[in-house]
């Protein structure tokens, strides 16, 4: 008898793009975020992908003091892989953005595959009124900003990584993304298997197209062969709609309150859990089934939780 296929979800809990403004239910505490991580995996998350923010007033934030107790309650409360960013927020130095990873040592940690302009500006037009100055501030800036990941921010987060047995989830806004991939990887330095996130529908990225969904997955597979294993990330309205239609063509999926504040249209996703509900009902309909936290680590070859620094 045929065995199903098997889909890793990921929950990016919180992130940069979105500010506490934008909805009531995003996370900002280290409890609230926590407890939003725990409740995304007992949905079905196999990996759940951490920021931390300042709780004073809801600021991105990569100092390990945030982190701390996120990490702690996640370990004594769920065997999901922990995956910590190092791409923080835009308005970050690469220093500042490293030092989560350098201190904890997680099983898995995000990793940008080169620099891009990165548009939130627009979002001035959706979300008028803010609660902190600090918010609107960031997306104003983003007119004028270069993410920064430049070929040595990156030789320099992959040494840390590859110093302490963390793996990547390697973060690809666009197609020039994968050939730096390809590079690192054919220099040794990217170490397979690759788990490549395919992001769509950022503003300097790539489209949300699924042309765009598929130009990335010929690309990848011409660029990596049979060398890594492929994950969708969509933006906003696009995150159901190119997460199924990668599932359909044989990606792994990413959703989850940094990437999307939206359960439908119009309608705001009242958690993480909710998101990952939903997607695991699609995959289950698909006739997939979802991945376990082991099962994850053994497609990704992951050190195990056993091995990480918190």
Not at 21 to 28: A, E
Request: glycine share 10%.
């Amino acid at each position: 008898m045929a065995t199903k296929r098997k889909v890793i979800i990921t929950s990016a809990v919180t992130g940069a793009i979105h500010t506490p403004s934008m909805s009531p239910h995003l996370p900002v505490t280290p409890e609230e975020i926590a407890d939003a991580a725990i409740g995304a995996a007992e949905a079905g998350a196999a990996v759940v992908h951490m920021h931390a923010r300042d709780p004073k007033d809801g600021r991105p934030s990569q100092d390990p003091k945030h982190f701390e107790p996120i990490l702690a309650k996640l370990k004594a409360n769920t065997d999901a892989v922990i995956n910590i960013t190092t791409g923080g927020s835009p308005h970050m130095t690469v220093e500042e953005r490293m030092l989560p990873v350098a201190t904890f040592k997680p099983e898995l940690a995000s990793l940008n595959m080169g620099s891009m302009n990165f548009g939130l500006y627009p979002m001035l037009e959706r979300f008028p009124e803010f609660q902190h100055q600090w918010e609107r501030e960031a997306l104003e800036k983003s007119r004028d900003l270069v993410f920064k990941n430049t070929f040595a921010d990156i030789e320099s987060i992959l040494a840390i990584g590859n110093g302490n047995g963390t793996r990547f989830e390697f973060e690809c806004y666009d197609i020039s993304h994968l050939n730096n991939l390809a590079h690192f990887h054919g220099r040794g330095l990217a170490r397979g298997p690759l788990f490549v996130q395919s992001v769509f529908g950022l503003l300097g990225g790539i489209g949300a197209h699924p042309e765009d969904l598929m130009h990335m997955r010929r690309t990848a597979d011409r660029l990596l062969g049979d060398a890594y294993q492929w994950s969708i990330l969509g933006a906003g309205k696009n995150q159901m709609p190119l997460a199924t239609i990668g599932a359909a063509m044989g990606s792994h999926v990413r959703v989850g309150l940094e990437d999307s504040l939206w359960i439908g249209p119009g309608q705001l996703a009242a958690s993480n859990a909710e998101q990952v509900s939903r997607i695991g009902t699609i995959l289950e309909a698909l006739n997939f089934e979802v991945a376990t936290p082991d099962e994850a680590r053994e497609m990704l070859d992951l050190k195990g939780r056993e091995n990480v620094g918190f």
